[in-house]
Every structure is written in C-alpha cells, then in structure tokens.
C-alpha cells in the first residue's frame, strides 16, 4: 500500500490539491484505458472541488462518474448525494448522461436496489463475481465517528466481503455504500478531512492498534495509492 498524507492550510488549499490529483489521475486514466472512472463523496468539504472540476476543459465524454455511497432518499431529495454533485457539476458540464451512474433508491426495497447497482457495476466493468474492478479514484470523507462512505462503526455492511455494493446503516435510516474490498481494489484513493472535530478519530485511525469495526476508515486499505488530504485543523496532531 502506497500511504500519502498531506496536511494543507486551509479548505481552499485542500480542494486545490485534490483538483490536481484527479486531474493528474484523470490525464493518465485516458492515456492509458481511454476512460477516467471516478467514485465521489458526499457532505459539505467535496462540493467546491465539484464547482472546481465543472470549471475545467474535460474529455467529458470519456469520465464516467459513480457514488462512493448515497442516502435512501429520491434523487431530487435535499439529502442526495448524487442530487449535491449535479448542482456543483454535472449539471454544468456537457457529460453523456450514459456516463452518470447514480445509485437507484427507488425501489422501495434498499436490499433490491443494492443488487441492481452491483449488477450495473459488474456489467460496466465486464467484471466476474468474484472480482473487483478497479475504478481510477475513489474519493472519500470521514466522519467525526471514523466512518467512510456508509461504513458506520459496529454495523453489518463492514462484515460483507463478497460484494461490491451492500446496505448501510445510519440510525435506523439505509444507505447503499461501496464495501470496503471494493474500495480497497481502486487504483487511487482520497480521503478530503477537514475541521478540528475530526481529530481525534484521525488519532484512531493512524493508531498502531486500534479496533477496525470502531473506527471503520482503517479498514481502507487499497491495492492502490491511498491519499490523506487533510486541512490543517484536522491534521496539526498527527505526527509527520
């Protein structure tokens, strides 16, 4: 595992550095495949690096763009992830709509729509069951609990290990979330952490010894890069 952390100045400095990373990731993806795939986050410290990528001259039509996680919730809902990332960019770029691919939650039946995605995932990747593709970049946030796309601490999603895409649990409320094997096969993954209140599970998280199904981002281990990209409130304790 190829760990990187980054501590920078402030959140303008940190969705700099994140553009050019995916930028950089992006450019030798279509060099290399002829495609850039891309799982985002949701919450509040990605959406300017969103604005930032709407404003780039892009291959829009060889990015195809996935969601790490999403709320069970419809896609016009307030709370949607995928709703957040078409306001900052999607909906300002000229992307083929067959590039979008949303998380369905729709189908009344959290469980249903998980093995649909996981279908459409397969299909797209042209994907044996029991492999995992790899997408180019994975973006991820963490939470003041340590949890990462809806892996949350103790719940039943962070036991699936044959699955690409399982239900999350979030105070009684679903979610559809990546799994961790999954995550963990990307070619890059981005932690964005920002703000004082995440420190001390970042203390947790880069512990010599901590308990994995407490703090669940310790879990994200890819076969890939794994980049911690991390403001300077949240990562003045953490030794360099």
Do not use: C
């Not at 892996?151 to 044959?162: E, I, M």
């Not at 990546?178 to 964005?192: D, E, G, K, L, Q």
């Amino acid at each position: 595992m190829n760990n990187k952390v980054e501590v920078l100045p402030g959140i303008s400095d940190l969705v700099a550095r994140s553009l050019d990373l995916i930028l950089s990731k992006l450019s030798t993806a279509i060099k290399e495949r002829g495609q850039f795939t891309i799982a985002l986050a949701g919450g509040s410290t990605p959406k300017p690096l969103y604005e930032a990528i709407a404003s780039q001259k892009l291959p829009w039509d060889k990015i195809h763009v996935f969601w790490g996680d999403e709320r069970y919730v419809p896609p016009d809902h307030p709370d949607s992830n995928e709703l957040m990332a078409r306001r900052a960019w999607l909906d300002h770029v000229d992307i083929p709509t067959t590039n979008i691919h949303a998380i369905p939650t729709l189908d009344g039946d959290p469980a249903l729509s998980a093995t649909k995605h996981e279908q459409h995932l397969r299909e797209f990747f042209n994907s044996p069951a029991n492999e995992f593709p790899a997408l180019d970049v994975i973006l991820l946030g963490m939470g003041d609990d340590a949890h990462t796309a809806s892996l949350f601490p103790q719940t039943a999603a962070l036991k699936v290990h044959d699955r690409l895409i399982t239900v999350g649990n979030k105070d009684g409320n679903p979610r559809i979330t990546f799994t961790y094997p999954f995550i963990n096969a990307a070619r890059s993954v981005i932690f964005m952490v920002a703000g004082a209140n995440k420190r001390p599970a970042l203390a947790q998280v880069f512990a010599p010894v901590a308990d994995d199904f407490t703090y669940p981002s310790r879990l994200i281990k890819p076969q890939g890069e794994l980049w911690w990209l991390l403001d300077a409130a949240a990562g003045m304790a953490l030794p360099r």
